[in-house]
Structure formats: structure tokens, C-alpha cells
């Protein structure tokens, strides 16, 4: 059975960085096509980042220059590096796992951007 736990969600102020972290189990990782997403209050959920399998990337323009997905293969990990946070990046960010077009997903961590 896959699963994936993120941490690395919290408070942080406007301007500032976090980085979120995805551990995955029960997949062959290097395989796997790893993305993050995100969902604010009453909006849908979004795709934030993606990384393939030979490590290319794909960013929403919304954060683009901002944040930064990356993985490692050895920890069966990916992250999401984030800075010059505002209050529009506030929601609950899910990592997801794309395998032959099928999505397995994390719980969520809270990202809270405070001014």
C-alpha cells in the first residue's frame, strides 16, 4: 500500500520560507511522478509543482521563481521549497503521487502566511 506523509506546514509571516517534505512507502519512488498541490478555503485544488521521473519540473505561474519541488531517490522524498511567502499561498498543501495517470495522496499540511 503507497502512502505519503507530509510535514513542514506551519505559521510563517509574509516574506518568509518554508519547506515542505513528502515521505513515500510502499512505491517504487524512482518511478513514480511526484507532485504538490494545494486547496484555500472555498477554492479547488491546485496543482502547485510536479517533478518527473529524470527530475524535469513544472510550476504554476502563480508561484513560479518563488518555490522550488525537488527529490531524492535515495530518501524516497520530495520537497517543496518555498520563499517570499504572502497570504495568498495560505491553504493545505497535499503532496500526490502520479502513477500511469492514477493520484495517491498525503493528508495535507496547514501552510499559514501571516503579515
Known amino acids: 500500500q503507497v502512502q505519503l506523509v507530509e510535514s513542514g506546514g506551519g505559521l510563517v509571516q509574509a516574506g518568509g520560507s518554508l519547506r515542505l517534505s513528502c515521505a513515500v512507502s510502499?512505491?517504487?519512488?524512482?518511478?513514480?511522478?511526484m507532485a504538490w498541490y494545494r486547496q484555500a478555503p472555498g477554492k479547488q485544488r491546485e496543482l502547485v509543482a510536479s517533478?518527473?521521473?529524470?527530475?524535469?519540473?513544472n510550476y504554476a505561474d502563480s508561484v513560479k521563481g518563488r518555490f522550488t519541488i525537488s527529490r531524492d531517490n535515495a530518501k524516497n522524498t520530495i520537497y517543496l521549497h518555498m520563499n517570499s511567502l504572502t497570504s495568498e499561498d495560505t491553504a493545505v498543501y497535499y503532496c500526490?503521487?502520479?502513477?500511469?495517470?492514477?493520484?495517491?495522496w498525503g493528508q495535507g499540511t496547514q501552510v499559514t502566511v501571516f503579515s
Open positions: 500526490a503521487r502520479n502513477f500511469r495517470g492514477s493520484l495517491t
Open positions: 510502499g512505491s517504487i519512488f524512482s518511478r513514480d511522478i
Open positions: 517533478v518527473t521521473t529524470g527530475r524535469s519540473t
